[in-house]
């Protein structure tokens, strides 16, 4: 699943795995509250990912979410949500996400999370993207 923006430049586009229930119902529900068009969504699991010039190789962004910024910057990592969920009007997700005295702990456990991710959605990620679904119409 590829989603575009709805203005031409996206502040922000985020790299993530459309074969994990979990990001598909993350990417749903920051789609929700995309209404400016500032976020764009590249499933890296789509053929041809790799080839399209995005410069980030499919290892890397399994191995954590990536996103770039309107004037090129790459973020890896926890700085993507806080960003996105400031784009999306999360002000207080995005600003606990964004403080560095956390980061020595936000960014092990996302690491942790990303890489059993795949195992974790399997488990709670259907039905965490039927209720997305549902709540999102």
Not at 5 to 10: E, L, N
Not at 61 to 71: E, L, S
Not at 107 to 123: D, E, G, M, N, T
Request: with cysteine; net charge positive.
């Amino acid at each position: 699943m590829q989603i575009t923006p709805t203005s031409a430049t996206p502040e922000l586009t985020l790299y993530y795995d459309g074969q994990c229930p979990l990001c598909v119902a993350e990417v749903a529900f920051l789609q929700s509250r995309n209404a400016q068009g500032q976020l764009a969504f590249v499933d890296i699991t789509q053929t041809g990912f790799e080839v399209a010039g995005h410069n980030i190789s499919c290892e890397a962004a399994m191995a954590q979410i990536h996103g770039r910024t309107a004037d090129g910057q790459l973020l890896v990592g926890v700085p993507v949500f806080a960003t996105a969920y400031q784009l999306a009007k999360l002000p207080v997700l995005a600003w606990l996400l964004s403080r560095r005295w956390l980061m020595p702990v936000l960014q092990p456990a996302y690491v942790l999370f990303a890489k059993h991710r795949q195992a974790i959605s399997k488990r709670i990620g259907p039905r965490v993207l039927q209720l997305s679904k549902r709540f999102l119409r």
